[in-house]
């Protein structure tokens, strides 16, 4: 190929250029008092707005500035000119234009910016999952150096769908303490008649090579999952869950998370939520009225509620810290979890396996949070982005035309009752729903791991509650080692699976959902159960547990397994309390006791092979050093700058 090859010569159109142009008709709306006082950058800002094509005369209003994790170019007709990485940003532009509209309706004047995101769905087993978690605290960061290049910007709306720009994008709201915030859900996908769900679709090559599905039927559903162009997968996962927690902090509108993408409401709820930004601005309530310890603890409820993704251990203490709250602690999560029943029956839980976007129609956060006003459990005296309190909120949803409304649409149109996906504490209990997560310890994991109890699936518990599995460990360094041996039949019922070096220092903490997955839709996969450093998509479910403390890189017990160690694993699914254990090597003359076992692990040496993924990027191998030395995993894997300030300056001093 020459140079030639790449011009398009017989194009003369591109003769036809313009070196100089007419300016916009029309004055800025200038006064001498604005001319003498206000920065250069106000004026400018002006100018440049004009020339973008904006009516001169209206440049003087309030600034509201739309903050988007927009993804790939949709046509008039809406199919892609550019692919999106997934749905859950694709569709964002028509909430984002229902939102400026009214904004401009309102006579202030809307502004937008784009920090896009990655998908879990797309990077797993891949080394794009090295990225996923210190994208968040990225992409944060470039969203609040964005807020503050528009300096006069009276509030700021967030419109996010997904695992990690969501969080991202709460975190930047919940930075900014003195202006008016609001966050927009990006809703959900729709679910496809006679297709899988995402999470499910996610396993066809598990199920291939074992053979439990066929070629034909692999090519299919991987075909017709979605059914939607837009919007977060239809299970419980990290965007659903994250959805449903800004709802519980107040920072999104009452009935907004999980609203089906694309369709007259989930605009409705953009043109909803740019108002509420405006009356923010108008009673002068901003970011720190509404996110406070209460509004904290109310989310936390909120996600016990629904049996949310265990990932949220890491990403609402996240926004706790950039809302200058108390950051959860596990003693918080325990206490919680403890009180709150989970309430909602939806992938990937169960029992019955809804679409979330049947939460939304059985009335959604607000329909939970009145089951748990009900128990008492929540602060219902903290403002919302609504400019009214959460009693008030709930007190109008209680009786409104829109919560009849949409459970009668669910019960005509699915032929489910409301009931059946959001239950009273006391059909929960009936149905045999468990609390939600148990944080279990013991000498492979003396600094705690966690485990969403509640997905276990309920055949491997007994009467009391409790699962336990004793079995022969088989260690693997890697995600990809594991699954390998599980699509090559190397994996049996009563296995116990350890993948370490898979923390923050190894891989960016990835996620290992290739692994949960397939147990969850193998046959024989309930009988096995996973321990590893690394983390879970908020889609896994089964006996798996992850965040082990410390990371195997870290010197952590969890480093000095091997394959035909003794594991002893004990999780009480209804107190909440777990164990997990080396007992010893199966080839002792007789068996240990549990502190016999933990000396011999504890003057082991780390496994000679355990290392860093050697493709790990630098940018995450600074990310890990960073949220080490600001606290870890068990802080949400923040960036404390007075921690590393200080961790800087004693290795000044040192040195």
Request: aromatic share 4%; charged share 20%; glycine share 10%.
């Amino acid at each position: 190929m020459s140079v030639r090859d790449i011009f398009d010569d017989d194009n003369r159109d591109i003769y036809r250029v313009r070196t100089h142009a007419a300016g916009p008709d029309g004055e800025l709306p200038l006064t001498a008092e604005m001319l003498i006082n206000r920065p250069s950058g106000d004026i400018f800002g002006m100018t440049m707005n004009a020339g973008m094509g904006w009516q001169p005369d209206e440049l003087d209003r309030d600034s509201i500035l739309l903050l988007s994790t927009l993804g790939g170019l949709r046509g008039e007709d809406g199919k892609p000119v550019a692919l999106a990485l997934h749905q859950g940003h694709y569709e964002l532009d028509i909430q984002m234009k229902a939102a400026a509209e009214t904004i401009k309706a309102s006579k202030a004047l809307p502004y937008a910016v784009y920090v896009s995101d990655p998908c879990d769905g797309r990077t797993q087993g891949t080394n794009g999952m090295f990225d996923s978690l210190p994208y968040r605290n990225d992409a944060s960061m470039v969203m609040r150096r964005l807020i503050r290049s528009l300096p006069d910007a009276r509030a700021v709306i967030g419109v996010a769908t997904c695992d990690k720009g969501l969080p991202a994008t709460m975190m930047a709201l919940a930075s900014q303490h003195d202006k008016a915030t609001v966050l927009i859900p990006g809703g959900a996908t729709l679910p496809a008649r006679h297709g899988e769900d995402n999470g499910k679709v996610q396993t066809i090559g598990a199920r291939f090579a074992n053979g439990e599905l066929s070629l034909r039927d692999a090519r299919r559903a991987g075909c017709q999952a979605c059914a939607s162009s837009g919007g977060g997968c239809q299970f419980l996962g990290t965007a659903g869950t994250s959805q449903v927690v800004a709802e519980g902090l107040g920072l999104a509108i009452p009935h907004s998370a999980l609203a089906p993408s694309g369709e007259p409401v989930w605009q409705e709820i953009a043109r909803a939520s740019a108002r509420a930004a405006l009356q923010l601005v108008k009673k002068g309530i901003t970011t720190k009225d509404i996110l406070t310890d209460k509004a904290i603890e109310n989310a936390m409820m909120v996600h016990a509620a629904f049996g949310g993704s265990t990932n949220l251990l890491l990403h609402i203490p996240a926004i706790a810290h950039q809302a200058g709250c108390h950051l959860p602690t596990v003693e918080d999560w325990i206490r919680i979890n403890k009180q709150v029943p989970r309430l909602v029956s939806v992938l990937p839980n169960g029992p019955v396996y809804h679409p979330t976007v049947n939460a939304f129609m059985a009335g959604g956060v607000p329909e939970v949070m009145l089951h748990l006003r009900d128990l008492g459990l929540l602060h219902e005296d903290v403002m919302t982005v609504t400019g009214n309190t959460l009693k008030e909120n709930l007190d109008w949803w209680q009786h409104s035309e829109r919560r009849q409304i949409f459970k009668d649409l669910l019960r005509q149109q699915e032929q489910v009752e409301p009931d059946d996906v959001i239950m009273s504490p006391q059909q929960a209990a009936a149905r045999g729903l468990t609390s939600t997560i148990t944080f279990p310890v013991g000498n492979i994991a003396p600094e705690g791991s966690v485990i969403k109890s509640t997905a276990i699936d309920a055949s491997v518990i007994n009467e009391a509650g409790i699962y336990y599995h004793k079995g022969a460990a088989k260690v693997y360094l890697s995600e990809k080692a594991a699954i390998y041996d599980i699509k090559h039949e190397k994996i049996n019922a009563g296995d116990i699976l350890v993948i370490i070096g898979a923390g923050p220092s190894g891989t960016g903490m990835e996620e290992t959902y290739q692994v949960t997955s397939a147990l969850k839709h193998l046959s024989y996969g309930k009988h096995v159960s996973l321990i590893t450093d690394a983390r879970f998509s908020g889609v896994s479910t089964g006996a798996c547990i992850g965040h082990v403390g410390p990371e195997a890189l870290a010197g952590g017990a969890i480093g000095k397994l091997r394959t035909g160690d003794i594991i002893e694993i004990r999780i009480d699914c209804k107190q909440l309390q777990g164990e997990v254990n080396f007992l010893g090597t199966g080839l002792d003359e007789k068996p240990l006791s549990r502190e016999e076992a933990t000396v011999v692990l504890n003057t082991r040496d780390i496994h000679p092979d355990l290392m860093p993924d050697p493709d790990l990027p630098d940018d995450t191998r600074l990310w890990a050093m960073l949220q080490a030395v600001s606290g870890g995993t068990w802080t949400g894997c923040i960036y404390d700058v007075n921690k590393i300030n200080q961790a800087l300056q004693q290795c000044i001093k040192k040195s």
